[in-house]
């Protein structure tokens, strides 16, 4: 066997470059080029190695690291002045009507709310906060009104009883000295004021999360297909354990750096992982992990390794058929590229045969 095509082979691998695009089935493969003479060389010369066409179900499976967290970060700032009394603990979690911090003994607690509590609520108003008191007092079992955006005298009664159950004054409007809106339940992450300090309205007095345990990964906007809202990921845990997520957001805005290589500029969007059953979720706040991402799977697909593709003079793609003591082309459609091989059809194909690849 005479080196041509050795080096042949060499010189398409050193050049060899797959980029899965955005429908995941075809793939680009920049090869160099080759005279006819070469191709009818090579084509009929024995290839170093060969390996075997083989039937089965392939994916674009890949890995990336990522953080293990809590979720979105949220400020919680004063909604009164005075001297800050009391403040849950950093790491405790902070559920609906349970208390965040303290003013002059007064109680700030939580309720859920996509807005921020940024007025007194009184009987006439109207808005979104008005509604989402009200959802939160009617989850509370403070009920007796219509949950709308009005808040009307029921609305009031039903806050008097709220009130009377913690021990306030009983005045019928809820305003920032007393509710603190946030999403869900929080995680107090850190303190922005100590017990003892003046605070003012507006003033931080928490640093806090979401209260569910997250993962957050980039990843490039060419492999973002394979991390579409809803998409299952495996994760492997600090602990050694794995657990099982769902894609629950994919950033929309692409910014350049976040791999392993401090000069990659290549675009990148956050991604963000949600976990079912928490308690299969164990590791300290922003631990590495790695997670395990599988996009499209083709079943009972004919498949090669991506190193047996030719590029052919004409264009397109082939292998090198060896059969029988010979070597012959033949010419192949490419379909998807995962796990180093990529799928492979065209006439005369079958399960079985063997290819030319390069030497090992």
Same mark, same amino acid.
């Given at each position: 066997?005479?080196? %041509? #095509?050795?080096?042949?082979?060499?010189?398409?691998?050193?050049?060899?470059?797959?980029?899965?695009?955005?429908?995941?089935?075809?793939?680009?493969?920049?090869?160099?080029?080759?005279?006819?003479?070469?191709? *009818?060389?090579?084509?009929?010369?024995?290839?170093?190695?060969?390996?075997? =066409?083989?039937?089965g179900d392939l994916s674009d499976s890949s890995q990336v690291g990522g953080t293990l967290g809590y979720g979105r970060e949220r400020r919680l700032n004063a909604g009164g002045a005075g001297t800050l009394?009391?403040?849950? %603990?950093?790491? *405790?979690?902070?559920?609906?009507?349970?208390?965040?911090?303290? !003013?002059?003994?007064?109680?700030?607690?939580?309720?859920?709310?996509?807005?921020?509590?940024?007025?007194?609520?009184?009987?006439? +108003?109207?808005?979104? +906060?008005?509604?989402?008191?009200?959802?939160?007092?009617?989850?509370?079992?403070?009920?007796?009104?219509?949950?709308?955006?009005?808040?009307?005298?029921?609305?009031?009664?039903?806050?008097?009883?709220?009130?009377?159950?913690?021990?306030?004054?009983? #005045?019928?409007?809820?305003?920032?000295?007393?509710?603190?809106?946030?999403?869900?339940?929080?995680?107090?992450?850190?303190?922005?004021?100590? =017990?003892? +300090?003046?605070?003012?309205?507006?003033?931080?007095?928490? +640093?806090?999360?979401?209260?569910?345990?997250?993962? #957050?990964?980039?990843?490039?906007?060419?492999?973002?297909?394979?991390?579409?809202?809803?998409?299952?990921?495996?994760?492997?845990?600090?602990?050694?354990?794995s657990a099982a997520g769902r894609v629950t957001s994919v950033g929309r805005t692409a910014r350049t750096g976040g791999g392993d290589d401090p000069n990659d500029k290549t675009p990148r969007v956050t991604v963000t992982v949600g976990f079912g059953d928490l308690k299969d979720v164990?590791? !300290?706040?922003? *631990?590495?992990?790695? =997670?395990?991402?599988?996009?499209?799977?083709?079943?009972?697909?004919?498949?090669?390794?991506?190193?047996?593709?030719?590029?052919?003079?004409?264009?397109?793609?082939?292998?090198?058929?060896?059969?029988?003591?010979?070597?012959?082309?033949?010419?192949?459609?490419?379909?998807?590229?995962?796990?180093?091989?990529?799928?492979?059809?065209?006439?005369?194909?079958?399960? %079985?045969?063997?290819?030319?690849?390069?030497? !090992?």
């Amino acid at each position: 066997m005479s080196g %041509g #095509t050795a080096r042949t082979r060499r010189v398409l691998m050193s050049v060899l470059v797959v980029l899965a695009v955005a429908g995941g089935v075809v793939a680009a493969v920049a090869v160099s080029s080759s005279s006819p003479e070469e191709t *009818s060389r090579r084509g009929s010369e024995l290839p170093p190695a060969t390996a075997a =066409v083989t039937r089965g179900d392939l994916s674009d499976s890949s890995q990336v690291g990522g953080t293990l967290g809590y979720g979105r970060e949220r400020r919680l700032n004063a909604g009164g002045a005075g001297t800050l009394t009391w403040s849950a %603990g950093i790491g *405790s979690t902070v559920k609906r009507d349970g208390k965040l911090y303290e !003013i002059d003994g007064g109680a700030v607690r939580l309720m859920y709310g996509a807005g921020p509590m940024y007025r007194t609520l009184r009987d006439g +108003d109207e808005g979104r +906060d008005v509604e989402d008191l009200e959802r939160n007092l009617a989850a509370l079992g403070y009920t007796g009104f219509t949950v709308d955006d009005e808040y009307t005298g029921l609305t009031a009664a039903a806050v008097k009883r709220w009130q009377k159950s913690h021990g306030l004054k009983q #005045t019928g409007t809820a305003g920032p000295g007393q509710i603190a809106f946030a999403p869900g339940a929080v995680r107090i992450k850190s303190a922005g004021a100590a =017990v003892g +300090d003046r605070v003012a309205p507006g003033r931080p007095v928490l +640093d806090t999360t979401g209260s569910r345990r997250t993962v #957050t990964f980039r990843v490039s906007v060419a492999d973002s297909r394979l991390t579409r809202t809803g998409t299952r990921v495996t994760v492997d845990l600090p602990d050694g354990t794995s657990a099982a997520g769902r894609v629950t957001s994919v950033g929309r805005t692409a910014r350049t750096g976040g791999g392993d290589d401090p000069n990659d500029k290549t675009p990148r969007v956050t991604v963000t992982v949600g976990f079912g059953d928490l308690k299969d979720v164990r590791g !300290i706040d922003q *631990s590495p992990v790695t =997670v395990h991402l599988t996009g499209e799977t083709r079943k009972g697909v004919l498949s090669v390794p991506v190193n047996a593709l030719l590029a052919l003079p004409g264009g397109g793609f082939g292998l090198q058929i060896v059969e029988h003591g010979r070597a012959r082309e033949m010419k192949v459609r490419l379909g998807l590229f995962g796990q180093g091989r990529v799928e492979v059809s065209g006439r005369g194909l079958r399960e %079985g045969m063997r290819v030319g690849v390069p030497a !090992i």
